[in-house]
């Protein structure tokens, strides 16, 4: 680690909107150098916005996103990805119409030439035998774990800043998670910052060094993991209480 | 043998001429993910120019090819990029398909008015001398310069666009921005800019493509225009818009085989007449029938499109209740102040110029349930218009029947047709459903519409007196007005129904998205046999009231450019409800009318003018029409709160 202490990622008062909707109220939080921060919360509370946001896929409307300590604000996602944030986005993250091994060229041509890809799907391969197997087949044809473990796959052989992991497992088996947080685990060690987004509050704040609880577009609870629990629950509960008025109003 | 290959060879620079369009649609169709039926139109305005600047302003070839080819090619690819298909949304099929083919009609019509009238005859070749005969194939089939430039362009393209697809790194990320951008993005690539050199490579093949076969005379430009455009679309087609090397040996074969064919078959034969024309047309039908990649076109989709907004709901939908009825009252006085000018002091031409809106108010109202409501988008629906037309003229023309009565049976003719056109094309969707229609649309213009059964050959019909029993084709009488009018007032009301019924409903439910309708039990082969049975019949009482107006129905009438033109024109002004249609046939007619005011030179700009409003279509997917409205709607309702004090809920609006 190098003696910098600049966060690697800094929201600050960040709101956003899709259109006419909006979505976050000022959210503020950062994440250390190496660090995990779980980033929790309800459905529909805004994990995957801030996810967005981070990246450049949706524009913040006000407040500042810094990378690295630069900020990010206005700046395009390929630009944002190059200042070195990944963001393995919610559901499916992979070209379905190219293959296995197009999907990785695709990833490590950016960095080098034809040597290095080389070297790099090599050492992919290693890591994960599975896609040499498949590395012909269409990355649409692979189940969803085989997705998520290609996607691991680009960022544990080039590792970013930081990564922005949006509920990896969801809907996968539960053998198929482990196999998924090892490899989040791996990326770790390569010394990359971690922001894990999960609906399964256990494992996430397992490898969390911190956590972010969300609020219907606000920032519930931000500290350490062993108080995320009680934050998530009490969200959870109020969310709850205030539907049953609904219905009973 | 020696026959053969002499009937055989010369079509050879046919089949190329098929290969290098069809290579180039499944080009941008890979790359862009846009089924650009306007790169021929691309490629006619590089061969245009070229021709142009060497003839006129005797510029050497070298300098006019580098300006023509290397220049204008990508340039026009890139404007097209920046200002129309960069703003239409990857999901949205029908903004694309009604875009490509604006350009394939609107480009053409636009080079005359700018260069004035033109004509490519005196294109120069590039390679080889068109006129030297190089050797002979055989003991004496000549190969001239004609067949080797073809074949030579043909084999490069092929081999240089099919490395650059699947060795480059260019070609790798182009296949992954038609796929997603925005994941694209996220891997540090800068998505625009690959999709905008895409259109760059695209558009300098189109003009290399123009300007290597314009001395063929094979080109764009000769009357087999149609002829050239399907058979490439059908090569491409049966490529699964996928493979450029299949889809160029089925465009050669296409070519060969029809001048084969041609050499053989006695010309007097219905074989020549009919079977040979239409035969590029089978292929594509087949194709689009049996190739199983066609049906999932459309399926592969961005797993990042939730990022989007949902779209803004319509005007009629969120403006409040005070507004809503001061909108109904204003417009019902104006169609009471409408009706008693037209009986009352209208000069005669503006009469019938209204009337003449009116009727095509009621195709476009096929549209506006077809397009709008069922989201199913047909290039055939002025085809579906002249089928009625044809068949009331003929059963009035035979049996005496009267030309209303004629046209009823007429417009359930069509809708007949179009019923059988939906059960054909059941299994396709969004893009191939777009080229079933269309295909369907060119069948009738080239072997149907023509024959003397039907139009009575080139003639047409002529309309007479006695087939109308009201006077109706009097000029200043009023009776047609009425009877329109009668008949719109009619059809637009049943459309409002069927769209509030349940059967709107379901319509509405199979646009928003076929699997969720399915989900809630809608049953689709039946809703959309249905929307398209419906959206055929009024086709067809429109097209027996247009036919009406004129004195002769010819088969060019109801041309598939008429059809283009109609999607054009209703989904630019707003494709979702009644009043969209209405506006769009009232305005089309009145602007027609201005035009005639218009310098000759200007008489062109009709079709340009679609162009333009696929550009603001591009722009605005839900109409133009409606996009004003909605700001009208907007500053109206800010004055009246204003007014009120009343406590001003957020309006949901789409701009933020
Ligand atoms: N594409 C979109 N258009 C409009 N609203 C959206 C869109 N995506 C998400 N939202 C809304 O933004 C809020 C936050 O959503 P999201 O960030 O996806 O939540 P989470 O990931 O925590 O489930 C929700 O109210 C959701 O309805
Ligand atoms: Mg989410």
């Known amino acids: ?249 | 043998m020696e026959q053969l290959l002499g009937f055989a060879v010369p079509g050879v620079p046919y089949g190329c001429a098929y290969a290098v369009f069809a290579v180039g649609l499944v080009l941008t169709y890979q790359t862009t993910g846009v089924f650009n039926v306007g790169y021929g139109a691309q490629a006619y305005v590089s061969a245009f120019i070229f021709a142009w600047l060497v003839d006129d302003h005797a510029w050497p070839t070298w300098a006019a090819f580098v300006c023509a080819v290397v220049i204008v090619g990508p340039g026009l690819g890139l404007a097209l990029d920046r200002f129309l298909f960069r703003r239409i949304p990857s999901s949205n099929t029908t903004a694309k398909i009604v875009t490509g083919l604006s350009l394939l009609v609107g480009i053409p019509a636009l080079l005359p008015v700018v260069f004035g009238n033109q004509n490519l005859v005196g294109a120069p070749s590039i390679v080889f001398n068109p006129d030297t005969v190089y050797f002979h194939l055989g003991a004496d089939v000549p190969v001239n310069g004609i067949y080797l430039s073809a074949v030579l362009l043909t084999v490069v393209m092929l081999v240089v666009l099919v490395l650059l697809l699947r060795t480059t790194r260019l070609g790798l990320e182009m296949r992954a921005a038609v796929e997603s951008p925005r994941l694209l993005e996220l891997e540090g690539v800068n998505a625009r800019r690959v999709t905008a050199t895409a259109w760059a490579v695209c558009g300098l093949m189109a003009g290399l493509a123009g300007v290597l076969l314009a001395p063929t005379e094979v080109t764009v430009q000769a009357q087999d225009y149609v002829t050239l455009m399907v058979a490439a679309i059908a090569a491409a087609a049966i490529a699964a818009l996928r493979s450029m090397p299949v889809a160029a040996v089925v465009a050669v074969l296409i070519g060969v085989l029809s001048l084969t064919a041609q050499g053989y078959l006695p010309t007097s034969s219905f074989w020549y007449s009919a079977a040979l024309p239409a035969f590029p047309f089978l292929v594509l039908v087949g194709a689009l029938l049996f190739v199983p990649g066609l049906r999932h076109l459309d399926e592969a989709t961005d797993p990042l499109s939730s990022v989007d907004p949902p779209p803004p709901p319509p005007v009629a939908g969120v403006r409040g209740r005070e507004v809503d009825r001061l909108v109904r009252t204003v417009f019902f006085a104006l169609l009471f102040a409408a009706v008693v000018s037209m009986l009352t002091w209208m000069p005669p031409t503006w009469e019938t110029v209204l009337n003449q809106g009116m009727a095509y108010s009621v195709v476009f109202l096929s549209v506006t349930l077809l397009t709008g409501t069922a989201g199913q988008l047909s290039l055939a629906q002025a085809t579906l218009a002249g089928i009625a037309a044809f068949t009331a003229g003929q059963l009035a023309n035979h049996l005496g029947l009267d030309f209303l009565v004629g046209g009823a049976v007429g417009a359930v003719a069509a809708s007949v047709v179009a019923g059988v056109l939906a059960l054909a094309s059941l299994r396709l969707r969004g893009l191939g459903l777009a080229l079933m229609t269309l295909a369907a649309a060119l069948l009738f213009d080239v072997a149907i519409f023509p024959a003397q059964a039907v139009s009575g050959g080139t003639g047409g019909i002529t309309l007479e007196p006695r087939w109308l029993p009201l006077d109706l084709f009097a000029p200043n009488g009023h009776a047609y007005f009425l009877v329109v009018l009668l008949v719109l007032v009619l059809c637009a009301g049943g459309v409002a129904l069927v769209q509030r019924g349940t059967v709107g409903r379901f319509l509405a439910a199979m646009r928003g998205s076929e699997l969720g309708a399915a989900g809630i039990g809608v049953n689709l082969p039946w809703q959309r046999v249905l929307a398209f049975a419906l959206s055929g019949a009024l086709a067809g009482v429109g097209g027996a009231l247009l036919a009406i107006q004129q004195t002769v129905i010819a088969p060019g009438e109801f041309n598939y450019q008429l059809s283009l033109a109609f999607v054009v024109i209703v989904v630019t002004t707003g494709v979702g409800t009644v009043e969209g249609a209405i506006q769009a046939g009232i305005g089309l007619v009145v602007v027609q009318q201005l035009m005639q005011y218009a310098p000759q030179r200007l008489q062109g700009l009709t079709f340009v003018l679609f162009a333009l409003g696929a550009l603001a279509y591009a722009a605005h997917p839900e109409g133009v029409v409606e996009l004003e409205k909605r700001r009208w709607t907007e500053r109206a309702e800010r004055v009246l709160a204003r007014r009120h004090r009343a406590p001003a809920t957020p309006a949901v609006t789409g701009r933020p």
Do not use: C
Not at chain 1, 23 to 32: D, E, K, P
Not at chain 1, 157 to 163: Q, R
Not at chain 1, 178 to 193: I, W
């Open chain 1, 1 to 249: 680690m190098t003696g910098d202490d600049r966060p690697i990622l800094e929201l600050d008062e960040v709101s956003a909107a899709y259109g006419p909707y909006r979505a976050l109220f000022g959210v503020s939080f950062s994440v250390a150098r190496g660090a995990v921060v779980a980033l929790l919360g309800p459905n529909g509370a805004g994990k995957s916005t801030v996810a967005r946001v981070a990246s450049g896929l949706v524009p913040a409307s006000s407040g500042s996103v810094r990378v690295d300590g630069r900020d990010v604000a206005g700046e395009p996602a390929w630009r944002i990805a190059r200042f070195g944030l990944a963001h393995v986005p919610e559901g499916r993250g992979v070209f379905d119409s190219l293959s296995v091994e197009e999907n990785l060229v695709l990833s490590f041509q950016r960095r080098g030439g034809r040597v290095q890809i080389s070297a790099s799907l090599e050492q992919a391969y290693e890591r994960f035998p599975l896609l040499k197997e498949r590395r012909q087949d269409r990355a649409g044809t692979l189940s969803g774990g085989q997705q998520r473990l290609l996607s691991l796959a680009k960022v544990l052989v080039a590792p970013p800043k930081v990564l922005v992991a949006d509920e990896l497992s969801l809907g996968l088996a539960p053998g198929v998670v482990d196999d998924v947080y090892a490899g989040l685990a791996d990326v770790r060690r390569e010394g990359t910052a971690l922001v894990v987004v999960e609906q399964q509050v256990d494992r996430a704040l397992a490898l969390a060094s911190s956590a972010v609880v969300l609020e219907r577009g606000t920032v519930a609870y931000f500290g350490p993991p062993s108080g995320a629990r009680a934050a998530v629950e009490e969200v959870v509960d109020r969310r709850a209480r205030g539907r049953r008025q609904a219905a009973s109003s």
